[in-house]
């Protein structure tokens, strides 16, 4: 079993719509952190969010994270092609090792 | 912006063969990591090190597998007699400490390809 699962795996989409991105847990996080990875590079931190209930804004980016803290969405908001990649949330262990969720694909066509 | 590097950025290599995947990770930080992603699959921890000894390792991570901080700054992952199955991305981490709020920096990788 996952300790993140993220809906949907997979999102096609035209330029200029929205889309929401989902990271469901039944376990409780201090905090949730979401990366962006392209093909063929690194994942890169977008945002961590740390209090239940917290909304954070990147630009077109909304990202929420759960009352209960088990929770966390990506909300794009007229998406563009660049913003074309794999989107990926993460918590941390005790260790400091990350775990990601199995990510998103989003491919958002001109 | 300080950044890890890891080097090759792509090695193809003789399934059987060992093989050493560099990284130079940020120069203050103290937390390091390896991970793999497998082509179209999800980005897999393998193994966490901090003062010069393995933290945390997943199952992934047996004994065809090791990892070594050599001379302070370079991180190796070292894997030995490769198979088929371990042709994947292999990304290099970093980070300041183990506060879950800190961000990790990850390098751009290395591809492994085994034939």
């Known amino acids: 079993t996952q300790l993140l699962e993220q809906s949907p795996q997979f999102l096609s989409i035209q330029e200029g719509e929205n889309l929401t991105v989902y990271c469901n847990s039944s376990?409780?996080?201090?905090?949730l952190q979401w990366y962006r990875q392209e093909p063929g590079e690194g994942p890169v931190l977008l945002v961590t969010v740390v209090t239940g209930g917290e909304v954070k804004k990147l630009k077109r980016l909304t990202f929420q994270f759960g009352d209960a803290r088990k929770d966390s969405s990506l909300h794009i908001t007229a998406a563009q092609p660049g913003d074309t990649g794999l989107y990926l949330c993460g918590v941390r262990g005790n260790t400091g090792k990350l775990i990601f969720g199995q990510g998103t694909t989003l491919q958002v066509k001109p | 912006e300080p950044e890890v590097t890891q080097t090759p950025s792509h090695q193809v290599t003789q399934m059987g063969q060992e093989v050493i995947l560099r990284c130079v990770p940020i120069s203050n930080h103290l937390y390091f990591y390896w991970y793999r992603q497998i082509l179209g699959q999800k980005v897999e921890f393998l193994v966490s090190f901090y003062n010069n000894e393995i933290s945390e390792k997943s199952e992934i991570f047996d004994d065809q597998f090791s990892v070594e901080r050599p001379d302070g700054s370079n991180f190796t992952l070292k894997i030995r007699s490769t198979k088929l199955e371990d042709s994947a991305m292999y990304f290099c981490?970093?980070?300041?400490?183990?506060?879950?709020?800190?961000?990790?920096?990850f390098g751009e990788g290395s591809w492994l390809t085994v034939v």
């Open positions: 376990s409780v996080f201090s905090s």
């Open positions: 981490a970093s980070s300041i400490d183990r506060n879950s709020g800190n961000t990790i920096y």
